[in-house]
């Protein structure tokens, strides 16, 4: 059973939105500071975006006031909304939890934005 679940990505045009999720199971996602990474072609994984577990929330430069990171507790699901999408914003989302010394990755889901 893969533990992060992420879906919701796509193809839109640039200036749109798609939500993404990430559902986890056997991995509280109210704890571990949970967060949303991304992988465009030829370039390094990048953090997008971070929960902590009292509630902070932290976002890499080139996403602020676009995107926003939230989380359901009880249906322990964490979320990225992601708004006025840019062609930039292309790559491969995925959320990524550390647990006792253990990264764990989902699979990931493909955003493609286009101009």
């Known amino acids: 059973q893969v533990p992060l679940v992420e879906s919701g990505g796509g193809l839109v045009q640039a200036g749109g939105s798609l939500r993404l999720s990430c559902a986890a199971s056997?991995?509280?996602?109210?704890?571990?500071?949970p967060t949303w990474y991304r992988q465009a072609p030829g370039k390094q994984r990048e953090v997008v975006a971070v929960?902590?577990?009292?509630?902070?929330?932290d976002y890499a430069d080139s996403v602020k006031g676009r995107f926003t990171i939230s989380r359901d507790f009880a249906k322990n699901t964490m979320y990225l909304q992601m708004n006025s999408l840019k062609p930039e914003d292309t790559a491969v989302y995925y959320c990524?939890?550390?647990?006792?010394?253990?990264?764990?990755w989902g699979l990931g889901t493909q955003v493609t934005v286009s101009s």
């Open positions: 990524y939890v550390r647990r006792s010394g253990v990264n764990y």
């Open positions: 929960i902590t577990s009292g509630g902070s929330t």
């Open positions: 056997g991995i509280s996602l109210s704890i571990n500071d």
